[in-house]
Structures are given as structure tokens and as C-alpha cells.
């Protein structure tokens, strides 16, 4: 004959908490009924627990861990605490156990280091390589979402672009003009304490077009706009993703690429050269600041060298790589945004890895372009 499943019963009388059990108590059965003494444990405070096993028709060493666990948890709080009514086998049974139930001491994992540091170090990479082939991926939905909303340019959400226009451009022109500026007087400073040991003064002017002009403009900018603007847009959508509103668009037949991606995104390609154009002037500006007041260098005569000595082509392979920058950037700060899950800890992780991601990538872009130009001599 089949035992019935697994129940239980509480019986309160007075300060006695009595609990009995019966019908199967072995482990296939024990899911609900765990469950329940689980959140029945704290009704027995102050109280003498009983646990009457007289009804339980099948037992095995589950079970018995089981009972014996909702005693030990009970007798924490209260000393009266006991199983009834066991058959012979069954006391048989939960007087084996019960010597079993406290966990026994682990002994730490004992290896070499040297073998800890290459398993660390190959997680590392394949960790590395799984991240990259998601960015590529998130790369190609991007791109291919980019390419649907222009055979459909109604679809491109104008309003949005604009404001972050404003947000990730206009709002950020007073600390990227700002650091600009002074790596622009820094440059010239540095440059004219080397050059002075010369009586090469004058090709400070050199050294500032260049170096303004064909990098630190645009870098500064890029590496600016990756933790003001990368990060922001990283925590807006992981914050969307956390109040689930990221699922509301879906419901809502909306497509998150292009209602949160596409905009940031497009936005970031359109303001980033522009910056990086105020910031070479700027930077420009500072070194012919320190140039004037530090070796009587005038403006008139800093501006003619420069237009004498520096190729207009370093202007344009600096404003070339704006725009790559910017989508990477962007690119980079939507996707952790979608990767944030369960927590304000993951959204804080997220958050950081956009800035390190993207400040990696713009500088590993950067060192590619400037070999790709170095090759074709521009």
C-alpha cells in the first residue's frame, strides 16, 4: 500500500508546541513540507516543542536530517524540546543522524601558487574574450538597428538626439575647454624648459601644434566624455533596467536599441568633434599664452609659424578619429547599461567596467590610427 505524502500539524496547548508529523517523510517528498517548517520555526519561542513522529509510515535519512534540524533550530531557544512516538526503526534511525547534522571543519585548499596565478590568469583572458565577442555582437544590433531606422528616417527620434546633444556636448564644453587649456599651457611649459637648453625656443610652437592638434585634442576630449558621458549613459539604462522599464518598452512593441541606444549614440558622434575641435583651439590657445609670457613669443608670430609649420592635415587626423571615439564610447556605455542585473552593487560594477572598457578601447583606437597614419604618411 502507498504511504500517503508528507504533512504535519500543530497542535498549541498552553506553553506546549507540539508538532506531528506524519505519511512519508522521505526526500522526494520534503519540498513543501520543509518549506512550511521553515516558516513556522519562529512561533515556538518560549514555548516546550514536541515532535511526534508516531504517524510517519515511511522514513529515511532525509527526513530524519530534516526533524532533527527544526529540533536543533528550536533548541537554540528553548532546552524542552523532543521527539516522540518513533518506532524502533525510526529511533534507530534519527539517533544516526542526529551526530551527523553540525557541518564538519573544511581544511583550506592548499595550492601552489604559481598555478593559482595561471588559472587567475586564464580566466582572465577567456573572460576577455567572452566580454569582447558581446561587445562585437551588441556592436552589430547597433549597426543593423542604425541601418532599419534609416530606410525609415521618421523613425529617428529627434528630440532625444538633441537633448543629449545638449547633455553628453554643450554641458561638457567648460571642463573638457577648461582641461584643454591647461595641457595646452603644460605642454608649452614643459617644452620650452627642455628647448631653453638649446636656444630652441621657438619650436615650442611645433611641439604644441603637433602634439594638440594631431592627439591631445581629441584624446582628452574622448577620455573626458568616456567618464562623464560613458558612465552617465551607462547608469541611466541600468537604472531603467532595475525599475524594469526596459521590459515596459518591449511590452510596449518598442525596440531599446532604438529608443535609448541609437539616440545617446548618434548624439555622442555628432558633439565629440565638435569638442575635440574647441579643445585643440583651446589647448592651442593655452601654448601661445605660455609662449608669449614665457619666451616672448608673439601671437602674431606663434599664429604665422604655426601656419608656416604645421600641415593642415594634423588638424584633420585629429578630427577623423572624434567620431570613432564617440561610438565606441557610446557603444561601450549602452551595453553595460543593458548588462546591469538584480542589484545597485551590479549597476555601481557596470558602471566602472564602462569607463575602463572604453577609456582601453579609445586608446587602443588611438594606437592604431596613429600607425595606420605613420603608414600612409599623413
Same mark, same amino acid.
Given at each position: 500500500?502507498?504511504?500517503?505524502?508528507?504533512?504535519?500539524?500543530?497542535?498549541?496547548?498552553?506553553?506546549?508546541?507540539?508538532?506531528?508529523?506524519?505519511?512519508?517523510?522521505?526526500?522526494?517528498?520534503?519540498?513543501?513540507?520543509?518549506?512550511?517548517?521553515?516558516?513556522?520555526?519562529?512561533?515556538?519561542?518560549?514555548? /516546550?516543542?514536541?515532535?511526534?513522529?508516531?504517524?510517519?509510515?515511511?522514513?529515511? =535519512?532525509?527526513?530524519?536530517? %530534516? &526533524?532533527?534540524?527544526?529540533?536543533?533550530?528550536?533548541?537554540?531557544?528553548?532546552?524542552?524540546?523532543? +521527539? %516522540?512516538?518513533?518506532?524502533?526503526?525510526?529511533?534507530?534511525?534519527?539517533?544516526?543522524? /542526529?551526530?551527523?547534522?553540525?557541518?564538519?571543519? @573544511?581544511?583550506?585548499?592548499?595550492?601552489?601558487?604559481?598555478?593559482?596565478?595561471?588559472?587567475?590568469?586564464?580566466?582572465?583572458?577567456?573572460?576577455?574574450?567572452?566580454?569582447?565577442? $558581446?561587445?562585437?555582437?551588441? +556592436?552589430?544590433?547597433?549597426?543593423?538597428?542604425?541601418?532599419?531606422?534609416?530606410?525609415?528616417?521618421?523613425?529617428?527620434?529627434?528630440?532625444?538626439?538633441?537633448?543629449?546633444?545638449? /547633455? =553628453?556636448?554643450?554641458?561638457?564644453?567648460?571642463?573638457? #575647454?577648461?582641461?584643454?587649456?591647461?595641457? #595646452?599651457?603644460?605642454?608649452?611649459?614643459?617644452?620650452?624648459?627642455?628647448?631653453?637648453?638649446?636656444?630652441? $625656443?621657438?619650436?615650442?610652437?611645433?611641439?604644441?601644434?603637433?602634439?594638440?592638434?594631431? /592627439?591631445?585634442?581629441?584624446?582628452?576630449?574622448?577620455?573626458?566624455?568616456?567618464?562623464?558621458?560613458?558612465?552617465?549613459?551607462?547608469?541611466?539604462?541600468?537604472?531603467?533596467?532595475?525599475? $524594469?522599464? +526596459?521590459?515596459?518598452?518591449? @511590452?510596449?512593441?518598442?525596440?531599446? *536599441? !532604438?529608443?535609448? %541606444?541609437?539616440?545617446? %549614440?548618434?548624439?555622442? *558622434?555628432?558633439?565629440?568633434?565638435?569638442?575635440?575641435? &574647441?579643445?585643440?583651439?583651446?589647448?592651442?590657445?593655452?601654448?601661445?599664452?605660455?609662449?608669449?609670457?614665457?619666451? !616672448? *613669443?608673439?601671437?602674431?608670430?606663434?599664429?604665422?609659424?604655426?601656419? !608656416?609649420?604645421?600641415?593642415?592635415?594634423?588638424?584633420? @587626423?585629429? &578630427?577623423?578619429?572624434?567620431?570613432?571615439?564617440?561610438?565606441?564610447?557610446?557603444?561601450? #556605455?549602452?551595453?553595460? #547599461?543593458?548588462?546591469?542585473?538584480?542589484?545597485?552593487?551590479?549597476?555601481?560594477?557596470?558602471? =566602472?567596467?564602462?569607463?575602463?572598457?572604453?577609456?582601453?578601447?579609445?586608446?587602443?583606437?588611438?594606437?592604431?590610427?596613429?600607425?595606420?597614419?605613420?603608414?600612409?604618411?599623413?
Amino acid at each position: 500500500m502507498q504511504a500517503s505524502a508528507a504533512q504535519f500539524d500543530i497542535d498549541v496547548d498552553r506553553d506546549i508546541l507540539k508538532l506531528v508529523a506524519r505519511g512519508d517523510w522521505r526526500a522526494r517528498n520534503l519540498g513543501p513540507v520543509d518549506a512550511g517548517l521553515r516558516n513556522f520555526e519562529d512561533d515556538s519561542i518560549g514555548r /516546550e516543542i514536541v515532535i511526534d513522529v508516531s504517524g510517519v509510515e515511511k522514513l529515511d =535519512t532525509a527526513g530524519a536530517m %530534516v &526533524l532533527h534540524r527544526v529540533l536543533k533550530s528550536w533548541e537554540q531557544r528553548t532546552e524542552a524540546s523532543k +521527539i %516522540v512516538g518513533a518506532s524502533p526503526d525510526h529511533a534507530f534511525l534519527l539517533s544516526r543522524v /542526529e551526530p551527523h547534522l553540525s557541518a564538519g571543519p @573544511v581544511a583550506p585548499a592548499s595550492r601552489n601558487a604559481f598555478v593559482l596565478m595561471l588559472d587567475r590568469l586564464g580566466r582572465g583572458v577567456a573572460d576577455a574574450y567572452f566580454a569582447a565577442l $558581446e561587445i562585437l555582437s551588441f +556592436i552589430g544590433l547597433t549597426l543593423a538597428t542604425f541601418a532599419r531606422v534609416t530606410s525609415r528616417p521618421a523613425k529617428f527620434r529627434l528630440t532625444s538626439i538633441v537633448y543629449h546633444m545638449e /547633455e =553628453t556636448g554643450l554641458n561638457a564644453v567648460p571642463i573638457t #575647454g577648461l582641461m584643454s587649456f591647461l595641457i #595646452g599651457c603644460v605642454v608649452a611649459f614643459m617644452g620650452a624648459k627642455i628647448l631653453r637648453n638649446f636656444n630652441a $625656443e621657438i619650436f615650442v610652437v611645433e611641439l604644441v601644434g603637433l602634439s594638440v592638434l594631431r /592627439e591631445f585634442g581629441v584624446l582628452l576630449a574622448a577620455i573626458l566624455i568616456a567618464g562623464r558621458s560613458g558612465s552617465a549613459f551607462t547608469a541611466q539604462i541600468g537604472s531603467m533596467k532595475l525599475r $524594469e522599464e +526596459i521590459d515596459a518598452l518591449k @511590452v510596449l512593441g518598442l525596440d531599446p *536599441i !532604438e529608443v535609448l %541606444v541609437l539616440p545617446r %549614440v548618434i548624439a555622442l *558622434i555628432i558633439m565629440l568633434p565638435i569638442l575635440a575641435f &574647441l579643445g585643440a583651439m583651446l589647448g592651442m590657445i593655452g601654448g601661445g599664452l605660455v609662449a608669449w609670457t614665457s619666451m !616672448e *613669443i608673439s601671437p602674431a608670430l606663434f599664429v604665422g609659424r604655426i601656419q !608656416e609649420t604645421i600641415a593642415m592635415s594634423n588638424f584633420w @587626423v585629429g &578630427l577623423i578619429k572624434a567620431p570613432f571615439f564617440a561610438f565606441v564610447i557610446g557603444v561601450v #556605455g549602452c551595453f553595460q #547599461g543593458m548588462q546591469v542585473e538584480g542589484s545597485a552593487e551590479s549597476l555601481g560594477q557596470r558602471t =566602472t567596467l564602462s569607463v575602463v572598457q572604453s577609456l582601453f578601447l579609445v586608446i587602443v583606437l588611438d594606437a592604431f590610427f596613429a600607425m595606420f597614419f605613420l603608414e600612409i604618411d599623413f
